[in-house]
């Protein structure tokens, strides 16, 4: 969604109309980005992806096709057997697209994106499903009101946008059906440190479709925290007490959402008493995550990285990780 947002924002400057489609609910279709979005121009021509492409044209043409004075749309598509093979996608599924027209998706909401700031956006939809109105909602409160109060549906934003994972959730609430889409600042690695590792720890991110920036001082790595910190995530590689402790002192105090150091228990033994003579409690150092990194069975730098990054996503979403054949529940949840 977030690479809609000039797009979307230069159609509203130059008075152009359009439709955003995306999915409310969806089954199958195997691995897949849940901020995935569409949007159509009048002449039924399509930004963005979803699905890989499988259902642009149909899409396309309920949107020309939605009925004025509408709000909203919902339709269904599908794919299965053969066709999930020519359609080059893991699985096949069934999803219900909502469409709407942009010009009744807050004007902010395409700001906040492009911004890369934290925001959820609240759309209810009436009994017949063809009138819809959207609010914006940040970690502060809502940008608005959404008509009958949805508070449910207002809390379980607010959740998503803790947990800094993007996704959709649809609901009912006393208000009627509920689209509820989280778009959390994106994470920004500041590695603090040099070397190999830093540099694969870049691509691995580049890959998550994450920022990652590596600081040679103390004062590069603090800056970025201070400025950036609903996105930051603190890597610590260097092994330079005047490097370490103010960077991890600032991370901890600034309520950084990861911290972690790379180094031996030795060497984390050290930091945690230089931290705890900087004035940091126990509840603080304990939030270090050192040695660093999931037990993979990593000995490459390149698996090393990976390690890291994995601790990195599972922490941002409050997951303990394990293998998922031994839970339970749906594994996209």
Known sequence: ???????????????????????????????????????????????????????????????????????????????????????????????????????????????????????????????????????????????????????????????????????????FTDAGLVLIESFPAVPHLVIAGGGELAELLVAQAHVLGWQATVTATAEDAVGLLTEHPAAACLIVLSHEREVDIPVLRTALTTG???????????????????LARAGLDEEHIARVHGPIGLDLGARTPAETALAVCAEVLAALDGRVAQVLREGSGPINA
């Not at 950084?256 to 230089?274: D, F, N």
């Open 1 to 171: 969604m977030r690479e809609l947002a000039d797009t979307a924002r230069r159609w509203a400057a130059e008075g152009h109309g359009g439709v955003l489609a995306r999915p409310i609910t969806e089954q199958g279709f195997g691995p897949r980005h849940p901020a995935d979005a569409l949007l159509f121009d009048a002449d039924g021509r399509c930004h963005g992806t979803l699905y890989r492409g499988v259902f642009d044209e149909h899409l396309a043409a309920e949107a020309a096709a939605l009925t004025a004075g509408h709000t909203a749309a919902v339709r269904e598509v599908s794919v299965h057997d053969d066709e999930v093979e020519r359609a080059g996608l893991t699985c096949g599924g069934q999803a219900e697209i909502l469409l709407q027209p942009l010009d009744t998706v807050p004007a902010h909401w395409w700001d906040l994106l492009a911004e890369g700031a934290d925001a959820a956006l609240v759309t209810r939809l009436d009994e017949t499903q063809t009138q819809a109105v959207s609010t914006v909602v940040t970690p502060g409160g809502p940008d608005g009101t959404v008509p009958q109060g949805p508070v449910q549906a207002v809390e379980r934003a607010r959740e998503l946008l803790v947990r800094r994972r993007a996704g959709r959730d649809a609901r």
């Open 256 to 274: 950084i959402a990861y911290v972690g150091a790379l180094g031996s228990r030795r060497t984390q033994g050290r930091r945690a008493e230089a």
